[in-house]
């Protein structure tokens, strides 16, 4: 089975930084995903892990250390739009490349 | 086109109802999933069709029957529902399969049962 941990809820001010961290036990990895989710919409990709390192993406960036089962989702400059859950979702090769998702982090960006 | 479209976006039914969900995406993808979100709780896998072959099957109670009549549409069939079922269910897609790729939702079909 899976194991995927992240925090509930963080709180950070407009313009600023926040790091979602992510840490997870599988069996077979096969990749880390990041997707955004606003309350009553579908969820949307963010970023996709496989390799160790950080991907970066606009404001957006996202790090994956394997031998850790460990992931950070990093939102720089902080916009009042990015008030959202933040889910991270694993694949599993040895569970039929299911893709399971965390409970997700409530983001709450304030003026 | 990047869209996955699902219908309807809401739904009511009576636990006596059938009914069925529906999901099409014109982007070529392979795969397709539905999964079920309850409120303020992450999206929990429900069924998966690999090249229009259901390939997971996350233990679903039999009341809900999924159907995939080609590779652009997938349908979920309710029959029997009870409260506890009512839920948003996403349809997702995937370009190759469930082993690649990123998985593209839709908006979700937000289902009521009384």
């Known amino acids: 089975g899976q194991n995927i941990d992240q925090p509930t809820e963080m709180t950070a001010t407009e313009g600023a930084i926040v790091q979602i961290n992510c840490t997870y036990q599988t069996s077979g990895f096969n990749g880390l995903f990041w997707y955004q989710q606003h309350a009553g919409e579908a969820p949307t990709f963010l970023s996709y892990?496989?390799?160790?390192g950080l991907e970066e993406k606009g404001r957006f960036s996202s790090f994956l250390s394997r031998s850790k089962g460990y992931s950070y989702l990093l939102l720089k400059e902080l916009q009042m739009k990015d008030s959202a859950s933040y889910l991270c979702a694993v694949r599993d090769y040895a569970a039929g490349n299911k893709l399971t998702f965390g409970g997700g982090t409530r983001v709450l960006v304030k003026p | 086109d990047t869209e996955v479209t699902q219908t309807p976006k809401h739904l009511v039914m009576g636990m006596t109802n059938k009914k069925s969900l529906k999901c099409e995406q014109h982007m070529g993808h392979r795969a397709m999933y539905w999964y079920k979100q309850k409120a303020k709780k992450p999206p929990e896998l429900m069924f998966v069709y690999s090249y229009e072959k259901l390939s997971i099957n996350e233990s679903v109670p039999s009341r809900f029957s999924p159907e995939c009549p080609n590779s652009s549409l997938l349908n979920l069939h309710l029959h029997a529902l009870q409260p506890e079922d009512s839920a948003l269910y996403l349809c997702?897609?995937?370009?190759?399969?469930?082993?690649?790729?990123?998985?593209?939702f839709g908006e979700g079909s937000r289902l009521t049962v009384l």
């Open positions: 997702a897609s995937s370009q190759e399969g469930p082993s690649t790729g990123e998985l593209f």
């Open positions: 892990n496989v390799l160790d």
